[in-house]
C-alpha cells in the first residue's frame, strides 16, 4: 500500500488526518485531496480501500476532474480515472445512481481524419502503441484513446504525439481550395 508520505509528501498531514478529509466530502478541502490523490496514483484498489469510497469518487468526479485540469495535471492520469469512473459509475451497488445507458460514439469526422492519420503514420513507421507512448511520454491507454477519437486532447498532447511521428501540425483556411501536395 502507497502510504500517505508518497501521495500526500507537500501536505505535511498525517494519514489519519488525510483520510478524514477524503471521507467527508463537505469538507473544504476535499476536493483538493481527492484531485491531489487521483493524480498521484493509478492504483484503484488502493484508493477505493484506503482513502475514498466509489460513491464519493462518482459523485464528486465532475468537480475532481476540473481541479485537476485547472491544475494541469497529467492528462494520462485523468483519461484513466475517467475510464475508472465509467467502470465505477456502471456497478448497481452505488447508492443513489441510475444505470447509466451506453451513448454510442460519435467522433468528429475532420477529428477522426487527424486520429486516422496519426495511426496510419505510426503503423507505417512499425511502431506500437506501446512504443509510441514510451517516445511521446504517454501511455498506450492515451495513445489507444487518441487514436480512436474517444477523448479531446490538449495541443501538447497532440505535439507530443506528432513529435514522436515526425510530423508537422498545419493549420490551413477551410475557404481555401486545397491544391496537389498542399501540407507537404
Known amino acids: ?76 492520469r485523468i483519461i484513466f480515472w475517467d475510464e475508472i469512473y465509467r467502470v465505477v459509475r456502471k ?14 460514439l460519435r467522433v468528429d469526422p475532420e477529428i477522426k481524419i487527424i486520429c486516422d492519420q496519426i495511426k ?4 507505417k513507421s512499425g511502431l506500437t502503441q506501446k512504443e509510441l507512448a514510451k517516445r511521446s511520454g504517454l501511455s498506450q491507454q492515451s495513445i489507444s484513446f487518441v487514436e480512436q477519437g474517444y477523448v479531446n486532447i490538449s495541443l501538447g498532447t497532440l505535439k507530443k504525439i506528432t513529435d514522436a511521428l515526425n510530423l508537422k501540425i498545419v493549420l490551413k483556411d477551410a475557404r481555401s481550395p486545397i491544391k496537389e501536395g498542399d501540407g507537404d
Open 1 to 76: 500500500m502507497e502510504d500517505n508520505t508518497t501521495i500526500f509528501w507537500d501536505k505535511k498531514i498525517n494519514t489519519e488526518d488525510a483520510r478524514k478529509i477524503l471521507k467527508d466530502e463537505l469538507s473544504p478541502r476535499f476536493i483538493e485531496f481527492a484531485s491531489l490523490l487521483l493524480a498521484r496514483t493509478n492504483k484503484p484498489k488502493n484508493v477505493f480501500n484506503n482513502y475514498l469510497s466509489q460513491e464519493a469518487f462518482v459523485k464528486n468526479w465532475a468537480k475532481i476532474k476540473r481541479r485537476m485540469r485547472e491544475n494541469r495535471w497529467n492528462d494520462t
Open 91 to 104: 456497478n448497481k451497488n452505488i447508492k443513489g445512481f441510475r444505470e447509466l445507458k451506453e451513448r454510442p
Open 120 to 123: 496510419d503514420t505510426r503503423r
